[in-house]
């Protein structure tokens, strides 16, 4: 069937409005079609590294505030494979700038327009504490025009988590790996930091245009029930 959507969310530090189109199926096919327009925009803490820090001390300073925002239209087709399978391929018209928060600089729009593919595995019982089962998600991205008055980029990036089960609990690898050209704008940045990315590093402490994060976390269920 068609779904029909309207999303507005934030806080006092980002906001979004979206609306789109969602259709399982066209003519009959296995294939779906997704399309929203949205606006968003995101306020990022910038850090550098404190000097003069004795040899085991690692301390970050807080050096300025800015805005990401963007807004624009997303247009994707794809198709599930086997059970657990995703593969999609879309294409985006977007606008963005970024606003130095801190002296009260704001930018200038400029454009982006980009082909997209995307494939993901995801075999987890569950989202959230999965005891099993793994994710794969890799996307890639490239311009799609190429003009003076269009911001030009390459950008992939691979992305896996798995469970191990053992008697002692679910031991819980991950691993990613992404990579872009010089001209990759600002807002598309890899960032590195937070509960979900690097624990001990504020959120989006790292940004940059290569990451690398491999982590190894433990995960036990205590035999009591608290809800």
């Known amino acids: 069937g068609t779904r029909f959507f309207v999303r507005l969310g934030g806080g006092l530090r980002n906001k979004i409005v979206e609306t ?36 085991n001390r690692f301390n970050t300073i807080r050096l300025s505030e800015i805005e990401e925002e963007r807004f624009g239209v997303k247009a ?6 086997g059970r657990n399978g995703l593969i999609l391929a879309g294409i985006r ?28 595995f995801d075999n ?16 890639f991205e490239t311009t799609l025009l190429q ?9 992939a990036h691979f992305e896996y988590s798995g469970n191990l089960n053992t008697d002692f609990g679910v031991i819980k690898p991950s691993f990613q790996l992404g990579f872009a050209d010089a001209t990759l704008p600002i807002p598309e940045l890899f960032n590195l930091g937070g509960e979900d990315s690097f624990w001990g590093m504020r959120e989006e402490e790292g940004r940059g245009r290569q990451i690398v994060n491999a982590s190894l976390a433990w995960q036990y269920q205590l035999p009591i029930h608290i809800i």
């Open 20 to 55: 789109g189109l969602e259709n399982s199926r066209i003519f009959d096919l296995p294939i779906s079609i997704f399309t929203n327009a949205y606006y968003s925009s995101k306020n990022i803490y910038q850090y550098e590294y404190q000097q003069g820090n004795k040899i």
């Open 147 to 155: 003009e003076t008055s269009v911001v030009g980029f390459t950008k």
């Open 76 to 81: 994707f087709a794809g198709s599930v494979v």
């Open 124 to 139: 987890r019982s569950k989202t959230w504490f999965n005891s099993d089962g793994s994710l794969i998600k890799f996307n």
């Open 93 to 120: 018209q977007e606008y963005q700038r970024v606003n130095n928060l801190s002296n009260s600089d704001f930018g200038t729009y400029y454009s982006i327009s980009a082909l997209s593919f995307n494939a993901i």
